[in-house]
């Protein structure tokens, strides 16, 4: 059975920098691409980006553009979302997926909260 | 970017009942020249992640129950549960993954 794990959430000041880790087990990682998202009570889920198989490709939605950046190390079967100048807004529950255009394997999850 | 909209926001049906649950892109999600439609939908219940039941708007994963189905086409899409049952109470999302970004809709609560 696909295993993922996310970890790195964490409290963090507005303004502040965190980094989230997803690995991958039981599964070929390095032929698929990677999906972030995040879920919070006000704003359902949302998709956060996404990376291609080999990290030539990334894609993200427009309220963390230039703010978040995805990478990924197959060798390890992790992936990453570096998060700098966080803002409350970013205060969510952040998943880890499988992408094949839709996300069959998720994580459990790992919350990041912005606050002072 | 391509605005889901789901309908209705809530659901009540009795056990045994049919329930279906609508969703809507502002813009079509067939990519004609392999007519697979990019749609997928996902089950949430409390305290968990989502799950995948539906993708290309119709195949069920597998291990999803037969009474989970998806239908339409370009902009109109439907997940119908056949026969409700008292596991399915959850939250339920369309999402398309046409082009990024890829984008959910606001999702559905099913309860019984």
């Known amino acids: 059975e696909v295993q993922v794990v996310e970890s790195g959430g964490d409290l963090v000041q507005p303004g502040g920098s965190l980094r989230l880790s997803c690995v991958v087990s039981r599964f070929t990682f390095s032929i698929y691409w990677m999906s972030w998202v995040r879920q919070t009570p006000g704003r359902g889920l949302e998709w956060v980006g996404n990376i291609s198989p080999d990290g030539g490709e990334k894609f993200y939605v427009d309220s963390v553009k230039g703010r978040f950046t995805i990478s990924r190390d197959n060798a390890r079967n992790s992936v990453y979302l570096q998060m700098n100048s966080l803002r409350a807004e970013d205060t969510a529950v952040y998943y880890c997926?499988?992408?094949?255009?839709?996300?069959?394997?998720w994580g459990q999850g790992t919350l990041v909260t912005v606050s002072s | 970017d391509i605005v889901m909209t789901q309908s209705p926001d809530s659901l009540a049906v009795s056990l045994g009942e049919r329930a279906t649950i609508n969703c809507k892109s502002s813009?079509?999600?067939?990519?004609?020249?392999?007519?697979?439609?990019?749609l997928a939908w996902y089950q949430q219940k409390p305290r968990q992640p989502p799950r995948l039941l539906i993708y290309w708007a119709s195949t069920r994963e597998s291990g999803v129950p037969d009474r989970f189905s998806g239908s339409g086409s370009g902009t109109d899409f439907a997940l119908t549960i056949s026969s409700l049952q008292a596991e399915d109470v959850a939250v339920y999302y369309c999402?398309?993954?046409?082009?990024?970004?890829?984008?959910f809709g606001q999702g559905t609560k099913l309860e019984i």
């Open positions: 999402k398309q993954y046409y082009y990024p970004p890829h984008t």
């Open positions: 997926a499988t992408d094949g255009g839709y996300l069959n394997h």
């Open positions: 813009q079509s999600v067939l990519y004609s020249s392999n007519n697979k439609n990019y």
